[in-house]
């Protein structure tokens, strides 16, 4: 299970079943749950926490020290949930101290080859990040999100979930739930009617989303004008939405 030529520091530990390929790079003060498979020449630095059932495909560095100026070779931490696969060449950092030192990946996650994860990014459960995708520091990602290949993501940018972005967009606001985006830089485009379907949503629950889509994007009101409509609109799945605007530091994606 453990290739010959794997280098693994003594501190590491790794649950059962774990395989290890050639040439691969374990270091100190790192934990790998069951049935974790890593393939060849991938480098896996500490302090990181992977949980199970995780893939990690050739060439990819986890848990590597940040891009950040700032940064100090401060103890930080990179915590990884169960059942992601990690493609060729993806790079995932920990965090920094001027955040909470700490970037977090949850469960059931596709990072498609040449995807970039920087430090303090959380994301959340069942998202995909196709190919060359690029999340900047501090970036928050929902859950069932889809982000196009050469999504480009800037610092410190939400991105709500079951939303949609398409090839090659420029993220540099908050993108709300349920929205598909598209752009350089990316302006909301629809709802993600398809997704929701796929997700068990109703054709009410969907009917619901649109109106909010209408309220929030083409009836002329400001945010704050379209907030207190959609809030009249008491629709349970329209809520993350309105929680999504209200708490929103950068500002929504707009037209």
Not at 140 to 164: E, K, N, P, R, Y
Not at 246 to 251: A, L, V
């Amino acid at each position: 299970m453990i290739h010959e030529t794997a280098i693994i520091d003594a501190s590491a530990k790794l649950g059962s079943n774990v395989q290890v390929g050639p040439w691969t790079y374990i270091g100190p003060d790192v934990e790998i749950g069951d049935n974790t498979v890593i393939s060849s020449h991938v480098v896996v630095k500490g302090p990181t926490r992977i949980g199970q059932n995780n893939r990690i495909f050739q060439f990819a560095s986890i848990g590597e020290d940040c891009q950040d100026k700032k940064y100090a070779g401060e103890p930080t931490e990179l915590v990884i949930g169960d059942n992601n696969i990690f493609r060729e060449c993806v790079t995932v950092h920990r965090g920094t101290t001027q955040d909470n030192s700490l970037t977090a990946i949850g469960s059931n996650n596709l990072f498609m080859a040449y995807v970039h994860v920087a430090h303090d990014c959380i994301v959340g459960d069942n998202n995909i990040l196709a190919n060359a995708v690029t999340l900047a520091g501090h970036v928050v990602v929902g859950d069932w999100v889809i982000l196009g290949g050469f999504t480009g993501v800037h610092q410190f940018c939400h991105i709500g979930s079951h939303a949609f972005t398409a090839v090659n967009s420029v993220i540099v606001q908050d993108v709300p739930p349920y929205i598909m985006a598209q752009g350089h830089n990316a302006t909301p485009r629809t709802i993600n009617s398809e997704g929701l379907k796929r997700r068990g949503y109703s054709k009410e629950q969907i009917m619901n989303l649109r109106r909010a889509y209408k309220t929030l994007y083409r009836s002329g009101l400001t945010v704050a004008e379209a907030v207190e409509k959609l809030q009249a609109q008491n629709a349970e799945e329209v809520q993350p939405l309105i929680d999504f605007v209200q708490q929103s530091s950068r500002g929504i994606i707009r037209p």
